[in-house]
Structure formats: structure tokens, C-alpha cells
């Protein structure tokens, strides 16, 4: 009974029966009573219209009486008082269906984006005084012990402080393949946990979870709107006023000037008003730039807004930075160097010094020997390196300026610039050169820009020379700049974004602020989880793949195309039809066509930017 009376409330329902009595009354006025029949005409428009009659009352109530449902309600009603009864309910039963069809679609573009709405579970598993209690994710607090199993959602950002797991990062980065975790290892609210039962530690509250401010980031991203969705608010203030003056006067003048009797006049204006009626408009655009966000959204890739994307469609310049951007952000040993003593005992003197620095290259040294010696002291000279003492000798291991301050003699020796050195009791036996690898897309992705229309690209990084020029050729970039201050980082972008159409800058969105803001278009690279990306950009990827860049642009000029198809073509079919209206060669069935049949279509063109592009460039 309750599934009969939802469906008796649904616009289908009230299409179905408003066709039952629209139908009988057909047959009514052929065969046996025009009164019956125009009762059955009264109750199918009262069936398909009622709604549209009263948000036309309420828009008499607010004053805003140029809107859709007011021109479609005088129009229905007009031509049900000159006697067209058929097209009088015929205009308000497929005003009904195109907007059954609308709706439809709506959820259709909505469908991706709502997807994000289910990425953050309600409830966590939280860990107290050894029990596990099932809380609201709202309710853990930072630092709480979390228990995730498999085939669940990670509810809050954390840490992993036991256990090993594949997750699922779709979600959130729009990448298929799984990512393994271990201790140390960080979990986004979002991940789902595909083996293996994981404890965390949580690091924010939920509502300033990764997946919280993606959520508020794809709701708001509507509120600004695209050039174009701006060009048809304006528009419409303009035409909808215009084409109601119209249609009074061609009801009134014809008559007076005795061209036309009344009835046939009204009947023309009323035409003319179904005709106008900027449904396909008002709808269709602002649905082609949301069907574009959701679209984008499942890919990864999080537009701010409908303004981002004529930027994005147009960028002639693309300024990168360098680490974790370009390159990994993990280093790698590149080549060793040996004086009087062999590779694996200077990679297990490294390694062992480097036991109590958390640096990143002490990282990548330590994982370079499983022989580590035990130390019994050791000290971290911050911007130098360690020196570090075994039972039987003592070893520096850092750059050159801890060479000098140790008086280690380096005269002679060829050894490149960014090297880290190693030192046995004050005798240089090695030196390690570290580097960063290049992402393994990221010459790809570059030809690819180029192939889009990009004419200029660039480094702009606080590397060192050789750093810097080793990876531009590496990804063939056309300009660098090294060594740069954050402020000279700022003043280089400047100088690109004034000689070029549109600037595109590419960072890891944590000490990039100030250039991904200055950009014509910022784009944070690797997104998730970092405040400062998704402040300071205006398109967010949410993974670290560079190849999301050339798919972003296509994206952007799909759903820049699809829009102004949507404007041409209404406003073409719509033009020609107002003309013949306006002759009197189109009757109310065509003005419907004009109307709901524009509109319908228009949202099938706009439903195709739901679907991005895939990275395929000829």
C-alpha cells in the first residue's frame, strides 16, 4: 500500500493518468459528449499542470512573474479559452514529461558526485581500554586507536600502527589498482580495506577528513559559475521580458489594425509564448558544466568551479615544480663511489651512521645495506649530515660543508656537486650521489600538453642547477629556473602569466601556495589529505599521476563544446520557430516541439559530460 501511494505521488503516475483522461477525452468529443470531453481535457490538465499553476501562483505572490511556469501556465490556460482544449493540454502534459526527464537526468549528473557522499562511513571501530566500541565517526577524537577489516571504509585520516592490507584508493584518487600498507603507512578516510584487518591511529577529526573537505569541495563547486552559464543568466533577464512584450503585442495589434480576428491572435501569441520559453536554456548549460565537474570528480580530478574551465581549455603555459611533482619526491642512489675500501662496506658505514637521522636521504641510505654496524654515539648536524662513532673507528657522512668543518681533504678529487660524502676517522673513503627519480608518465604527459595546444613549459624549483637540468631533459621542458626562492618562484610565474593567455601551475600544494594562487590555473598535484592544495588551487588531482593533466584539459573543452552546442541549438531552432510563429505557420504542437523537444534533447547533449575522455591524444 505505502509502494502505491509513493507511486501515485510520482511524476510518472500523474503522466500515465493525465494520458488516460487526456485520451478519453479524444474519444469523447468524436463520439459522444464535447461537455464530458472538455471535463476530461479539464482534469488531464489539472493532472499534468497542477503544480506547474501553483509555482505560478507563488511567482505571482513573489513578483517574479517572467519565469517558465508562469508563460507555459497562460499559455495552457489561454489556449483552453479560445477552445483548442487538445493543445492546451497538450503543452502542460509534455511541459510534464520534459520535466520528468529533467529530473531524471539531474540525478543521472548527480549520480558520480553523490557516489562521493558514501566514501565516508558513519560509524568507526574505535579502540578503548583494549575494547572495540562502534562510535560516530563525528565522536573520535584525534590520536584514538581505530580497527578497520576488511571489506570496510576507512572512516577518519590516520596512520597504520599494526597490520598489513591492499586498499582500494578509487574512491578518492580515481585509481584502479590497489595500494599495500604497513606500519607507518597513511589511510584517507575514503580507502576501503580489501584483505587483512588494520589498526590506526587517527590524525584529524571527521569533519576535517580528506574525504569531508572533497565533499565540500564538489558541493561548492557549482556556486561559480562558468562564463557561459553567466552569459545565459544575463541573457535570460533580457529575453524573457522581451518575448512577453512581444506576444502582447501580437495579440493586441492584428485585431486593431483589423490584420487578424482576436481569437486567432491570442491563439498566435500564445504560441509564441510556449515557443519562448527558455527551458532548454536554463537548464541544459548549467547541467553540462555539473554533468563536467561529476565527470571529472570520478576521474580524480576535482574542479573548483564552472569558471575553471574555460581557463583550463585555453592554457598556453605550464609551469611546474619540480620535486614530488615532476619526480617522485623519493630518492634514490645513483652512483657510488669508492676510495680504498669496496662498495658494500662504504654503503654498510653510511647506513649504520645514518641509524638515528629521520632525513629523507638517511632514509634512502639506510635502504642501501642490511649490514648495519651497531654505533655508540652518534650526532645530527642540521644542514650537514652525521657523525657517527663505532667500537673500532669514527664516520661523517654528509655534504661537502661537514667535509670542511671535519678539515677532510678533498683536493683532486672528481666527485659530483650534491653528493653525500663519507669520511672514516678523518679520511674521505666514498661519496654516495643521491638523486630524485623522475615519474615514469611525466615525458609522456608533457608531449601530450604540447600535443593539446601548451607552447611553453617550465621548471621553477628551488633544486640545484645540475638537479634541475638533469630532469628537464629528462621530460624535454623548454625553460628552467633553480635555486629560487619562494618569492622568486612568485616573480617568475609572474613574468609567464603576463605573456601568455592562460598560465597553468603544477605543485605538490604544500609550500606552493602563493604560485598555484597566482596561476590563471592552480593545480595541486597529489591533493588528498593537504589543506593547502585544496585552499590555494583551483583543480585538485587527487592522485600523483601527471597523465590526469592532458585528461583534465579534454575534459574541459568536452564540456566547454557541449555547452555552446546546448546555446546554438536552442537558440537556433527557437529562432526559426519564433519566426514562423510569429508568420503564423507554427501551431501549438510545433511551439511544443520548440519548447519541451529542444529542452530534451539539449539535456541528452548535456548528459554525454558525465562521460570524460579518456587520455587518448592523436
Excluded at 44 to 72: H, Q, W, Y
Excluded at 125 to 149: F, K, L, M, N
Excluded at 335 to 341: L, S
Aim: proline share 3%; aromatic share 6%.
Amino acid at each position: 500500500m505505502t509502494k502505491l501511494l509513493h507511486f501515485l505521488k510520482s511524476d510518472l503516475a500523474r503522466i500515465i493518468l493525465a494520458l488516460i483522461f487526456f485520451i478519453s477525452a479524444l474519444i469523447l468529443e468524436q463520439t459522444v459528449s464535447k461537455v464530458g470531453a472538455l471535463a476530461m481535457y479539464i482534469v488531464a490538465l489539472l493532472l499534468s499542470g497542477g503544480r506547474v499553476f501553483v509555482d505560478a501562483v507563488r511567482g505571482i505572490l513573489r513578483r517574479d512573474l517572467l519565469d517558465e511556469k508562469f508563460l507555459m501556465s497562460i499559455a495552457s490556460v489561454g489556449a483552453m479559452i479560445v477552445g483548442e482544449w487538445r493543445e492546451g493540454v497538450a503543452v502542460m502534459l509534455f511541459f510534464l514529461v520534459g520535466e520528468t526527464f529533467e529530473h531524471y537526468a539531474v540525478r543521472r549528473s548527480r549520480a558520480s558526485i553523490r557516489s562521493l557522499m558514501d566514501i565516508c562511513p558513519d560509524e568507526a571501530c574505535v579502540v578503548v581500554d583494549g575494547v572495540e566500541q562502534t562510535v560516530d565517526a563525528e565522536d573520535v577524537e584525534v590520536d584514538s586507536v581505530i580497527v578497520i577489516r576488511p571489506g570496510e571504509r576507512v572512516p577518519i585520516d590516520s596512520v597504520v600502527i599494526s597490520g598489513n592490507a591492499d586498499v582500494d584508493t578509487s574512491s578518492m584518487t580515481g585509481e584502479s589498482l590497489p595500494v599495500s600498507v604497513s606500519p607507518g603507512s597513511e589511510l584517507f578516510s575514503g580507502y576501503i580495506v580489501m584483505n587483512g584487518m588494520l589498526k590506526a591511529r587517527t590524525v584529524r577529526l571527521s569533519d576535517e577528513s580528506a574525504a569531508a573537505r572533497i565533499l565540500s569541495l564538489v558541493e561548492n563547486a557549482n556556486e561559480s559559475k562558468s562564463k557561459e552559464e553567466s552569459f545565459i543568466t544575463s541573457f535570460s533577464k533580457y529575453y524573457t521580458p522581451a518575448v512577453v512584450i512581444i506576444a502582447l503585442l501580437v495579440a493586441i495589434l492584428p485585431p486593431v489594425f483589423g490584420l487578424k480576428n482576436l481569437e486567432d491572435s491570442v491563439y498566435t501569441a500564445l504560441t509564441f509564448l510556449v515557443i519562448s520559453c527558455p527551458c532548454a536554456l536554463v537548464i541544459s548549460v548549467p547541467m553540462a558544466f555539473f554533468g563536467g565537474i561529476g565527470g571529472a570528480a570520478s576521474r580524480g580530478i576535482l574542479f573548483k568551479g564552472g569558471n575553471v574551465f574555460s581557463k583550463v581549455a585555453t592554457v598556453e603555459s605550464v609551469a611546474f615544480d619540480k620535486t614530488g611533482t615532476i619526480t617522485n619526491g623519493k630518492f634514490e642512489i645513483s652512483r657510488v663511489i669508492c676510495y680504498g675500501i669496496s662498495e658494500v662496506e662504504l654503503l654498510s658505514l653510511a647506513a649504520s651512521a645514518e641509524q638515528a637521522s629521520n632525513h629523507p636521504v638517511a632514509e634512502c641510505l639506510r635502504s642501501a645495506s642490511n649490514d648495519i654496524l651497531p654505533i655508540t654515539s652518534a650526532s645530527e648536524i642540521a644542514g650537514r649530515g652525521v657523525v657517527a662513532k663505532f667500537d673500532d673507528c669514527e664516520c661523517a657522512v654528509g655534504n661537502l660543508s661537514l667535509m670542511h668543518e671535519l678539515s677532510v681533504n678533498m683536493n683532486g678529487l672528481n666527485i659530483p656537486d650534491g653528493s653525500v660524502y663519507v669520511a672514516k676517522d678523518g679520511v674521505l673513503v666514498g661519496a654516495v650521489v643521491i638523486s630524485d627519480s623522475v615519474k615514469s608518465e611525466a615525458a609522456g604527459s608533457v608531449d601530450s600538453l604540447r600535443r593539446l595546444g601548451v607552447k611553453r613549459t617550465c621548471i621553477l624549483s628551488g633544486d640545484r642547477e645540475d638537479n634541475v637540468k638533469r630532469v628537464s631533459a629528462a621530460v624535454n621542458i623548454d625553460e628552467i629556473g633553480f635555486q629560487l626562492t619562494p618569492e622568486e618562484k612568485y616573480n617568475k610565474l609572474e613574468e609567464i602569466v603576463l605573456s601568455s593567455k592562460s598560465t597553468m601551475y603544477v605543485g605538490d600544494g604544500i609550500n606552493d601556495s602563493p604560485s598555484l594562487a597566482r596561476a590563471d590555473v592552480g593545480v595541486a598535484m597529489g591533493g588528498v589529505g593537504q589543506d593547502s592544495a585544496i585552499e590555494a588551487a583551483d583543480v585538485v588531482i587527487m592522485t600523483d599521476s601527471l597523465s590526469k593533466l592532458p585528461e583534465m584539459i579534454l575534459i574541459a573543452r568536452k564540456t566547454i563544446n557541449i555547452s555552446w552546442q546546448n546555446i546554438i541549438f536552442a537558440l537556433g531552432v527557437k529562432g526559426l520557430i519564433l519566426i514562423l510563429g510569429l508568420l503564423g505557420f507554427a501551431n501549438m504542437w510545433l511551439a511544443v516541439f520548440a519548447d519541451v523537444g529542444v529542452a530534451v534533447l539539449a539535456i541528452l547533449n548535456s548528459m554525454r559530460a558525465l562521460i570524460a575522455p579518456k587520455n587518448k591524444i592523436t
